[in-house]
């Protein structure tokens, strides 16, 4: 029996500019619905990229424990154990800041896919990957090297002066001020031109915008690397369990993570820079009345 032919599949009505999402909820809902295994290919390419990342941090573990065993079983004094500590987590902070460079890489890629899927543009994933490695590598670097200095110079004040006052300072300057900064720069670089002293002024005055939910936000993304690390390192969670825990959340959770830090900081940019200064940009992606009336009148012209 003659197989019978599949008839093709149509719309009931074209795709008008009100069949876009008309809120960056809607969108994210609707995303969420429809594009899991996109999603599931961009946290494969995260995973990809931060490995040389996350084999750092596993051997930062393991030489812990390693010194801690010896430091239990009397073959090191517990000076030399708080010694090695000290400097082991030194050594591999500048490593990881360095190595965070290769995760920069991949970062450009996938933010590239993030903006088309906030402009509700189609997506073809290897080519638009490389065309935002192209595209953003450049200023991502500038601004991984940024954040770097500031790892770099708290894991040197660990080494020498230990969990103090000072130390401590610094560290909650760093989190509460220049890592969201770093988070909204990333975004900003995305959309928009410009040079690098450029977008750290407009990264600020972001951050003055945003504030207290863009320290949260930014530090919703990066919790759970820090806590596992954190208690890997003062031997309460296993090596092995904390890079398993840090791998699934790359792959499942990141990526729609970013995908939310995208919708949110893009609302605000929106709000304050694309409204007054870029018509074109403004609720890209997103139903617009005034979209809708240049579509009527595109019809009737035609």
Do not use: C
Request: net charge positive; glycine share 6%; charged share 15%.
């Amino acid at each position: 029996m003659a197989k019978r032919k599949k008839r093709p599949i149509y719309a009931n009505e074209d795709f008008l500019a009100s069949s876009l999402p008309h809120s960056r909820k809607d969108q994210f809902k609707f995303i969420f619905k429809t594009r899991k295994p996109l999603f599931l290919l961009i946290g494969l390419f995260l995973v990809l990229f931060s490995l040389p990342l996350l084999v750092s941090t596993l051997f930062l573990d393991f030489t812990i424990n390693n010194a801690y065993n010896l430091f239990q079983s009397g073959e090191i004094t517990e000076s030399s154990f708080y010694a090695f500590f000290y400097t082991d987590v030194m050594v591999f902070g500048i490593a990881g800041a360095i190595l965070f460079l290769v995760f920069t890489v991949g970062l450009s890629g996938v933010f590239e896919i993030l903006k088309k899927l906030i402009f509700s543009q189609p997506i073809f994933f290897w080519y638009d990957f490389r065309q935002g490695i192209k595209k953003n590598v450049k200023g991502f670097l500038g601004i991984s090297a940024f954040a770097a200095f500031f790892v770099i110079l708290l894991s040197v004040l660990f080494r020498f002066v230990g969990p103090t006052f000072w130390f401590l300072i610094t560290t909650v300057f760093f989190i509460l001020f220049v890592y969201p900064i770093i988070v909204g720069l990333f975004v900003y670089k995305t959309f928009y031109e410009a040079s690098f002293a450029e977008a750290l002024r407009n990264g600020v005055q972001l951050f003055v915008i945003v504030h207290v939910k863009g320290i949260l936000i930014s530090l919703g993304f990066a919790i759970v690397p820090i806590v596992t690390n954190v208690l890997s390192a003062l031997l309460v969670m296993t090596p092995m369990v904390s890079e398993f825990i840090n791998i699934a959340y790359m792959l499942f959770v990141a990526p729609w993570y970013l995908l939310f830090v995208f919708s949110f900081y893009y609302s605000v940019l929106d709000e304050n820079i694309n409204k007054d200064n870029f018509e074109y940009y403004y609720l890209k992606g997103l139903y617009h009345s005034s979209r809708e009336e240049d579509e009527y009148e595109n019809k009737i012209q035609g």
